[in-house]
């Protein structure tokens, strides 16, 4: 059987001090007042953006809410982050226009794929609606929604249609056309410059998709300065970010307490998957996962990426297994990303008690040293060294731990990076800033953020330790790293 361990509650790092306060929610939230013993939304300002413009359309801006015990969110704070990209962006002027999540259907049918927003969309404008467009004047910063001009059809399938005043107070724009006004309201403009999307993403080396539409041509149009002042702003994240963070994760934290609670052998792992997904949705309002579960018990908690459709956390747990749950709820498309590995039994045995210490102390590790000024590369190495002492110690692998260390050893049993940023993605971007060079060697390789970290930065610190049958024999097959390998006791954990 296979074996992997990860930290129990392996909660996203906010590497900024100034944030480290509990959040609260319901009644006694920031964001709520009471009268007559009843809670009412109380609308407060995010970072004070100094553009008349947007803060005054902010004023009237709608607030979003799943009611209860979750966290009411200011639309104010997209006003701020328009004004935030704007500083970052440097240009005096030009106009920046963005494109939001298309309308999909599963193959050539009916059916409609659920919708969620491109996440440079959300963050601009906050608007959950399917093929809209966006453009932000960079000299002034106003604000222009462009959304669909539906026919009166869609109130007998899908209910309402609100008017562009009543899209443009919610949303705290200056103003709302519909898509098909877009390339006059261009020409009209006649920007210097157009700054689209483009460029590709560090982590899936998949190119983005730049707004588009018909007579784009007869423009200057830039694909590169808007993904980089995009990612640069969105990578240190504003205190309503962190915010909106902390509630996805202290909810999905309350999710995985509650699927240990019940797991026990002889369930299936979707059924922690099931507990997981009502207890997000339930008490937090979080309709979607952040990413798709990850629910692996004996060797599926070596695979690192299992729970995906053709392997869709379908096995059922014995009396011995470990399981490892790596789930969390998205918030207004905001993510969180916990990791936590225990005994389906509740019964760790030595060994598996062994190697999860190492991990912890790996984790808990990083936590005591992770400040701004600190180079996350060099928090990975520091986990890959903890835990191959551990390995040492434990008579898996033999010799001095600098020799270990310098054979390459460590990757094999975490041949992931130590964590990635937290945002609007699970794989936030912004981990690899211009100029920055991938490391060749396995481990660091992994990496997906290689910063000097700042205040504001939101992380996962989950390192591991994982026991794959075939980077064990790689490794075995590598003179260099053998000579520092029990064969008989690592394939037995494998």
């Known amino acids: 059987t296979g074996l992997a361990a990860a930290p129990l509650a392996s909660k996203p790092l906010l590497n900024a001090a100034a944030h480290r306060a509990g959040m609260g929610a319901g009644r006694n939230h920031p964001l709520l007042a009471t009268r007559g013993g009843e809670p009412v939304l109380r609308v407060r300002g995010g970072m004070g953006a100094s553009m008349s413009t947007d803060a005054g359309a902010a004023k009237a801006a709608d607030v979003y809410w799943q009611g209860g015990e979750t966290l009411p969110i200011s639309r104010q704070l997209h006003a701020d982050n328009r004004h935030r990209l704007v500083k970052n962006m440097g240009v005096e002027e030009g ?26 969309f959300h963050y601009l404008f906050g608007v959950p609606m399917e093929d809209c467009y966006g453009a932000i004047d960079v000299k002034t910063g106003e604000s222009t929604l462009f959304v669909p001009h539906l026919p009166d059809s869609y109130r007998v399938w899908f209910g309402s249609i609100p008017s562009k005043e009543e899209l443009r107070s919610k949303y705290a724009v200056d103003r709302v056309m519909y898509t098909e006004e877009l390339a006059g309201f261009v020409k009209s403009f006649d920007p210097k410059v157009l700054y689209v999307y483009g460029g590709v993403n560090s982590d899936s080396g998949l190119s983005g998709t730049g707004a588009t539409f018909e007579g784009i041509s007869a423009y200057r149009v830039d694909t590169g300065l808007l993904r980089a002042a995009l990612e640069e702003t969105r990578v240190v994240k504003s205190p309503q970010e962190i915010e909106i963070l902390r509630f996805a994760n202290k909810v999905s934290s309350a999710a995985h307490k509650e699927v240990m609670r019940q797991c026990k052998p002889g369930m299936m792992e979707y059924q922690l998957e099931a507990i997981f997904c009502h207890h997000v949705y339930m008490h937090g309002g979080m309709r979607l996962l952040a990413y798709s579960a990850i629910c692996g018990s004996g060797p599926n908690s070596a695979v690192l990426h299992y729970g995906h459709g053709g392997a869709p956390n379908d096995r059922q747990m014995g009396e011995g297994d470990l399981v490892l749950n790596d789930m969390g709820g998205e918030y207004y498309c905001y993510a969180s990303d916990i990791t936590c590995t225990y005994p389906v039994n509740g019964k760790f045995s030595e060994t598996q008690s062994a190697v999860y210490e190492a991990v912890l102390e790996a984790k808990d590790s990083v936590n005591s040293l992770v400040k701004p000024g600190v180079s996350w590369v060099e928090m990975h190495e520091t986990a890959e060294r903890i835990i191959a002492k551990h390995l040492i110690g434990m008579k898996l692998l033999k010799g001095e731990l600098s020799d270990v260390v310098a054979s390459g050893l460590p990757a094999v049993f975490m041949p992931h990076g130590l964590g990635h940023n937290l945002g609007l993605e699970t794989h936030d971007v912004g981990g690899y800033p211009k100029g920055s060079i991938r490391a060749e060697r396995p481990g660091l390789r992994s990496l997906r953020n290689v910063r000097v970290l700042k205040e504001g930065m939101v992380l996962t610190n989950e390192p591991g330790c994982y026991f794959i049958e075939s980077e064990i024999e790689r490794a075995l097959a590598d003179d260099r790293m053998a000579q520092h390998m029990d064969a008989e006791k690592l394939l037995e954990l494998a």
């Open 95 to 120: 106009l920046v226009l963005v494109q939001g999540g298309t309308h999909n259907h599963r193959a050539d049918t009916d059916h409609e794929i659920l919708f969620r927003q491109e996440s440079n």
